[in-house]
């Protein structure tokens, strides 16, 4: 397993908003996710890392962790 798909399934497990097979999902933070990541990894940043950063950056609000 890849170190992107890793991120995936602990953010998909941590924040069931971005995990399409939640209840709590919700495609437009999924969306906002996408896009930040999107520009992040085009500006050089390894997409695990985009992820990851990109997460962070939109759903800190809500992280109740």
């Given at each position: ?17 971005l ?7 919700r ?28 997460t ?10």
């Open positions: 397993m890849q170190r992107y798909e890793r991120a995936l399934i602990a953010i998909e497990r941590h924040f069931p908003v995990n399409p097979d939640s209840l709590d999902y495609e437009s933070l999924m969306f906002e996710v996408y896009d930040l990541m999107k520009q992040l990894f085009e500006g050089g940043l390894a997409p695990a890392v985009a992820l990851e950063s990109a962070r950056k939109v759903l800190r609000p809500i992280d109740r962790h």
